[in-house]
């Protein structure tokens, strides 16, 4: 209603006079609203999403480039700058045996945390996914260790793991097993550290995997049922398979934090070095021992740098192992196939077209031809 | 035909009590597991639950309860004047730390709800040059370690003097990637675009269409991206414990001090330890479905 009350004095205006100096002016104002909403519409997302871009830039993208420049100097932290020395800093890190037990070490730990870890949450989903009573209850059970902070996960386990009066150790005395020096001996630390890892972080992958066990189709199991597949038959032959994309998603977040492990082990003793000698150091606490400890930033910079890259390796191999089991599952490939079969189908219908190009009908041969040669056009 | 035929269908299926296909799907589903099931489950919530009854049981006895052979599996009466002995410390500051935990993570998760809608919003739901370049940038910077910033990070807020104060915790954590990504997922199935074509036609500038459009259906998921912000940040200790000073710390900073003197006194370590993770537990209390909901959607789609 209301374009219509105004529009009326451009429209009579235009037939009455071209060369009348209102008619420019009002399309002009047009123009003008229109440009600023193109406008609006054209900047407006890069205005949205600035925030995020301008504070990564300042303090994501150019502490990781000034880290690279840093870790090719030696650091004057009076004066506050650095002279330059090529690789020095890498050369010295790589070659201190301390960063070779900080990464044995931090491997070693990641392993005994990961892997027990994801096999005890595909079991504990596997139960919540059954048809218990209570689930709200149960769930958030599982996921009460999650808000409590690794400082005190750290400290409440790294009293239970005592060697001398540990409540660990006075259990496996009980049974007559005797004490294990959960911070002498390096093996030991790693355990009593990842059960650290493992009690925080179990619940939270276990509601992951759920979730993607509670997405799959009810009739798979149904069916699987009717066939006369045992519950542990149809665990292996349905859930299994179908938890592959989450697990890879779990584990490749796992990696990352897994690699970056801090908190546990500065805390897992009082004075936070790794034990006496080295037993349970790893490269992030070597790395604050490097930074805040010895006050060396080249060195902590080109160590930060190396743990990039290491993080960045294991990436890449989990990308490559992903892509081969996704591959296996046959999924992805399922829609290129039919595409591969479709083109092989439609050339050779052309091109019996072409060849026989006789009175044959065409509808006939050519679905035959499909079927007959999809099993050979895959392989 | 197409209209009148189903309903019929409908009322057929419905008036029949025991329609044997829906009666057989209940059956399969309905059947409740065994005792198998609960007492693995119970033996997973007590495993769950047990390190929070030790710290009780530790911390509400005396320096000796932990060496005592013979020791009680029920708490002692000294809780109390064992927090009392953590609040009272001056080496650890526990109100101030208090409440810059509290400042801190609310702070930081208020701004990273805000500026990941926006910027999830875009991502979702605009269409403009090179954004899903940027997007794939963004999840990128999800697997870049906090130790390669952290060295200059340092440097840059020592040199302008920042070390010791808060802020130096809180404006590197003001955005976050995963908040991005979270938002930019659960925007692009929330919001129809016709929506967003109506607000526009309706003379609605791109800003006041976020405003109205956007940010009421961003709700639930702002709340659970909220939580979690907040947990993470009240739980965060490897960059505050590096740039801030022991009289002016966090929760987690100031915990580490507790057991950072020569002689341990686990009494009053696990009592601290114990305090400190209240306001999380009650969180939880409160919260807990949500966090609950929040991972096994994020899954979901992650």
Known sequence: MTSTATAPPSSDARPDGPSTSPTPRQPKRIAFGHRLTKWDLKLSPYLYISPFFILFIVIGLFPIAYTAVISFMDWDLVRNTGTFIGFDQYVYVLGQPKFWIALRNTFSIFLLSSVPQLLLAIFIAAMLDQNIRAKTFWRMGVLLPYVMAPVAVALIFSNMF????????TLLGNVGIPPVPWHSDAFASHIAIATMVNFRWTGYNTLILLAAMQAIPRDYYEAAAIDGAGKFRQFTAITVPSLRPTLIFVIITSTIGGLQIFDEPRMYDQYGTGGADS?????????????????????AAALAWILF????????????????????????????????????????RSLAARTEATAEPEPGPAPTDTTIDTPEVPR | ?????????????????????????????????????????????????????????????????????????????????????????????????????????????????????????????????????LLVFVVATMAVPTQLGVVPLYILFADLGWTGNIGAIIIP????????????????????????????VDGASSFRTFLTVGLP?????????????????????????????????????????????????????????????????????FAGKQLVSGIMQGAVKG
């Open chain 1, 162 to 169: 005592g060697d001398k009066y540990g409540l660990v150790n």
């Open chain 2, 217 to 285: 259906a961003a709700r639930p998921a702002a709340a659970m991206l909220g939580l979690f912000t907040f947990v993470s940040a009240w739980n965060n200790f490897f960059w505050p414990f590096i740039v801030l000073d022991r009289n002016d710390p966090t929760l987690p900073v100031a915990l580490s001090l507790l057991q950072s003197n020569y002689f341990v006194d686990y009494s009053i370590v696990l009592a601290g330890v114990l305090l400190s993770t209240v306001p999380l537990l009650l969180l939880f209390a």
């Open chain 2, 173 to 200: 954590a003001l955005t976050s990637a995963f908040g991005v990504f979270w938002m930019t997922q659960y925007l692009q199935q929330a919001v129809p675009d016709e929506l967003i074509e109506a607000a526009r």
């Open chain 1, 279 to 299: 037993q349970w150091l790893t490269i992030t606490l070597y790395l604050y021992d490097i930074g805040w400890g010895q006050w060396n930033f080249g060195r």
């Open chain 1, 309 to 348: 890259l290491i993080i960045l390796a294991i990436g890449v191999i989990n990308l490559l192992v992903t892509q081969r089991v996704v591959r296996d599952e046959g999924r992805r490939d399922a829609g290129t196939r039919r595409e591969q079969r479709r083109a092989a189908a439609s050339a050779r």
């Open chain 2, 1 to 133: 035909m197409t209209v009148l035929n189903p309903p019929p269908l409908a009322i057929a299926e419905e008036n029949i009590p025991n329609a044997p296909k829906r009666r057989r799907a209940t059956v399969v589903r309905g059947s409740r597991p065994g005792w198998f099931v609960y007492s693995a489950l119970a033996i997973v919530l007590g495993s769950a639950i047990f390190p929070f009854y030790w710290s009780f049981l530790i911390g509400s006895g005396d320096a000796s309860t932990i060496r005592d052979p013979n020791m009680s599996w029920l708490p002692g009466g000294n809780f109390l004047a064992n927090a009392a002995s953590v609040i009272n410390d001056p080496a650890v500051n526990f109100w101030r730390a208090l409440w810059n935990s509290i400042y801190s993570s609310t702070l930081i998760a208020l701004s990273v709800v805000f500026f990941s809608t926006l910027a999830g919003w875009a991502f979702a739901k605009l269409r403009f040059r090179g954004g899903r370049w």
